[in-house]
């Protein structure tokens, strides 16, 4: 209900995602994924530090998203997926990645605490890279986009099962997989 009322406010929403996003960008700085240091250290799985706060975002959001879902406080509305989306977004974003050494989450993050490299590199390379993908999003999504589109948004969806089936298996096994992360000091 109050979610429902909010829903129809997009000035307060976007003042509530504006602090949001500074509440985001100042927990990667406290867990240390805006340091370039720490996501090259990822990139040569000498330290898994953004494993570690992905993983983690990954089960708190699953658990509090769907919380929410069952009480009836949010509902969710996926985008549809494809193999050629999921293909060429995961092609952009690793090119980003590896070339910056920031994902477009950290590269906010480590512009907020001062690097320049992000603000001009990153932030510049944002721009760039979304104004030639939506030059060429006609012709990307005839040909490649639209390939391969997934019959569901979700995989309970897929299964046709309470996702509460995949969240608590899913949740356990990030848990003790970062658990064994810690214990061999990893």
Same mark, same amino acid.
């Given at each position: 209900m109050m979610l429902t009322t909010l829903h129809e406010n997009k000035r307060?929403?976007?003042f509530i995602g504006f602090?949001?996003?500074?509440?985001?960008g100042g927990f990667l700085y406290i867990g240390g994924v805006t340091e370039y240091n720490v996501i090259l250290g990822q990139?040569?799985?000498t330290d898994f530090t953004v494993i570690k706060v992905m993983l983690t975002?990954?089960?708190?959001?699953?658990?509090?998203?769907?919380a929410m879902r069952c009480?009836?406080?949010?509902? !969710?509305?996926? =985008?549809?997926? #494809?193999? @050629?989306?999921?293909?060429?977004?995961? /092609?952009?974003?690793?090119?980003?990645?590896?070339?910056?050494?920031y994902c477009p989450g950290t590269v906010a993050g480590a512009v907020g605490h001062g690097s320049l490299d992000a603000l001009f590199g990153g932030v510049t390379g944002i721009l760039i890279g979304a104004?030639?993908?939506?030059?060429?999003?006609?012709? !990307?999504?005839? =040909?490649?986009? #639209?390939? @391969?589109?997934?019959?569901?948004?979700? /995989?309970?969806?897929?299964?046709k099962i309470n996702p509460w089936y995949i969240?608590?298996?899913?949740?356990?096994?990030?848990?003790?997989?970062?658990?064994?992360?810690?214990?061999?000091?990893?």
């Open positions: 307060l929403q976007l602090l949001i996003g500074i509440c985001f990139l040569l799985l975002a990954v089960v708190v959001g699953m658990i509090g998203v769907y009480r009836g406080m949010v509902e !969710l509305h996926p =985008k549809p997926g #494809s193999i @050629g989306s999921t293909v060429i977004g995961g /092609i952009i974003f690793g090119m980003g990645f590896a070339i910056l050494g104004g030639i993908f939506a030059a060429a999003y006609p012709a !990307l999504d005839e =040909k490649i986009l #639209s390939k @391969g589109v997934f019959r569901s948004m979700t /995989i309970p969806d897929y299964l969240i608590i298996p899913l949740c356990i096994l990030i848990v003790a997989f970062l658990a064994g992360m810690e214990y061999f000091g990893i």
